[in-house]
């Protein structure tokens, strides 16, 4: 618009307003960007808490207690890579004075994985209640249940066993998981059992192309049964090498006489070690049980 005086506008005058124009649209940007900063802001805050909620119900789906069995010590972590995970374990009080001993590895990290981790848990213990000794039938509920509640690209290796304390038989079935050890003391040395027996892993394919077998082992007073997930072995270090399922038996074999509690507690820890600093990029599972 024109001047009030009327009179045209000088280069000194031109220079102004473009100065002032320039200052006013960044003060505008400034504004924009303030309030997008703002909003982003208020939602990671959002999903923090979320995250934060989430973390704390996968938690209560963890053991909270640990019931006295005849015979047996016995002990269970899990320290997720995210504020939660997919990795699964459990101890369950079965009817007869049976308990039940389960460790999963739910495929994925994150919520997806904790969702489908808690879908796994509740298929387990509604059926184990009223499976008895037919463990394979068993998994193959539970693999039913998980197949039709997931998505096709969501999986889950998975061991479950069940133990007697009246006659110190361990039932179990391995659904593509790492196989667990069983330790035994033989004289100097220390026998170790891979209990391999099973099936696929469940939640892949429908039960009508799944087999699974269940395998028995006779346990012996002084037996050590050690289950854990590849963030276990496969800890790796800056240099990205792992450090191995030979390396953590070796360390197995040295533990066998401590109680499960100090067993779990000092593998983490030579986990952590050989990782020397490095993230840890999947959810570290544990459970160790103890023949007394």
């Known amino acids: 618009s024109p001047k009030r005086s009327e009179e045209p506008y000088t280069a000194s005058d031109l220079r102004l307003l ?6 006013t649209g960044f003060a505008l940007e ?9 909003r982003e802001a208020a939602q990671k805050e959002r999903l923090n808490a979320e995250l934060e ?5 996968q938690e209560r789906l963890f053991p909270q207690e640990l019931p006295n069995v005849d015979g047996l010590e016995y002990y269970g972590a899990c320290r997720p890579a995210l504020g939660v995970g ?62 039709e509640a997931s998505t096709t690209n969501r999986y889950a290796t998975f ?13 179990y079935v391995n659904a593509g998981h790492n196989p667990p050890f069983l330790l035994r003391p033989n004289g100097s040395d220390v ?10 892993v469940v939640g892949m394919l429908p039960s009508i192309l799944v087999c699974y077998e269940q395998g028995e082992v006779q346990l012996e007073e002084g037996d050590m049964l050690v289950g854990f997930t590849d963030g276990i072995s496969e800890s790796m270090n800056p240099a990205e090498e792992e450090w191995g399922e030979d ?5 197995l074999k040295g533990l066998i006489s401590c109680p499960a509690e100090e067993v779990l507690r ?13 993230k840890q990029h999947d959810d570290m599972t544990m459970i160790v049980v103890r023949v007394q």
Do not use: C, W
């Open 53 to 57: 909620i989430a973390r704390e119900v």
């Open 159 to 171: 061991y479950y066993a069940q133990y007697d304390p009246k006659t110190r038989k361990l039932s």
């Open 18 to 23: 473009r100065s002032v124009a320039t200052q």
């Open 191 to 200: 026998e170790v059992i891979k209990l391999d027996v099973g099936g696929p």
């Open 247 to 251: 390396e953590l038996l070796e360390d």
């Open 86 to 147: 997919g990795d699964y374990y459990d101890f369950l009080e079965l009817p007869g004075g049976k308990f039940g001993i389960a460790i999963g590895d739910v495929s994925g990290k994150g919520i997806g994985a904790s969702l489908m981790m808690a879908s796994l848990q509740a298929s387990l213990r509604g059926q184990a209640i009223h499976s008895g000794d037919d463990l394979a039938s068993l998994m193959t509920h539970v693999n039913t249940l998980v197949y």
């Open 266 to 278: 000092t593998i983490v820890a030579a986990a952590d070690k050989f990782a020397d600093g490095a």
């Open 30 to 38: 400034n504004s924009r960007l303030t309030e997008a900063v703002a």
